[in-house]
């Protein structure tokens, strides 16, 4: 069973600080991964992709890959409260077209 | 505004109503995909067609019903569906195959009453 694992929290951070989180895959198959955005009842909106090993920034936002450890993460910094909300970690599953999700961790910005 | 666009956002249905979902995207992505999502879950494959095939069919029931009459069009039918049905239905798009990642619609909140 590929999968896809992301601790669930809540992660609660306070405003302007660094907020990090994690996910590992089972699949070494898996080359390209993403970082959805969910707010409470509305759909997932993808703000970072990676697919090589090492870091990769835009704006507030870093994720960074370790293909040898099987390991994505996402920081964000100066975290702010709109920030508030379930980070979804996702990984392509080999040649298919399936994303494979973790279960999301969701983070609470503290004002 | 999202590029891929999801009607109805709201449906009530009955156990034995046939009513369907619709999703369109003008993107060009030759991948489109269905989606089940369940409060405090992470969404949950159910179809994907790729170039207006279906391609992958993760054991859904019969009850629903996948389409696409072409490449910017996915439509799910749906037919006796059970109160344990209701989610929030997500279409999504893509260039095959998946590597660029999904753009998901706005979704459709189901209730099956």
């Known amino acids: 069973q590929k999968e896809v694992e992301q601790n669930s929290g809540p992660l609660s951070v306070p405003e302007g600080a660094i907020a990090s989180l994690n996910c590992t895959y089972s699949?070494?198959?898996?080359?390209?991964f993403f970082w959805y955005r969910q707010y409470s009842g509305k759909s997932p909106e993808l703000i970072m992709f990676?697919?090589?090993?090492g870091d990769k920034e835009d704006g507030r936002f870093t994720a960074q890959l370790n293909k040898a450890s099987q390991y994505v993460s996402l920081l964000i910094r100066d975290s702010q409260p709109s920030d508030s909300a379930t980070y979804l970690c996702?990984?392509?599953?080999?040649?298919?077209?399936?994303?494979?999700f973790g279960t999301g961790t969701l983070l609470a910005v503290q004002p | 505004d999202t590029e891929v666009t999801q009607t109805p956002k709201h449906l009530v249905m009955g156990m034995t109503n046939k009513k369907s979902l619709k999703c369109e995207q003008h993107?060009?992505?030759?991948?489109m995909y269905w989606y089940k999502q369940k409060a405090k879950k992470p969404p949950e494959l159910m179809f994907v067609?790729?170039?207006?095939?279906?391609?992958i069919n993760e054991s859904v029931p019969s009850r629903f019903s996948p389409e696409c009459p072409n490449s910017s069009l996915l439509n799910l039918h749906l037919h006796a569906l059970q109160p344990e049905d209701s989610a929030l239905y997500l279409c999504?798009?893509?260039?095959?195959?998946?590597?660029?990642?999904?753009?998901f619609g706005s979704g459709t909140r189901l209730t099956v009453v």
């Open positions: 999504a798009s893509s260039p095959p195959p998946a590597g660029y990642g999904y753009t």
């Open positions: 699949d070494r198959g898996s080359q390209s």
């Open positions: 990676i697919y090589s090993n």
């Open positions: 996702a990984a392509n599953g080999g040649a298919t077209n399936k994303l494979i």
């Open positions: 993107m060009g992505h030759r991948a």
């Open positions: 067609y790729s170039y207006e095939k279906l391609s």
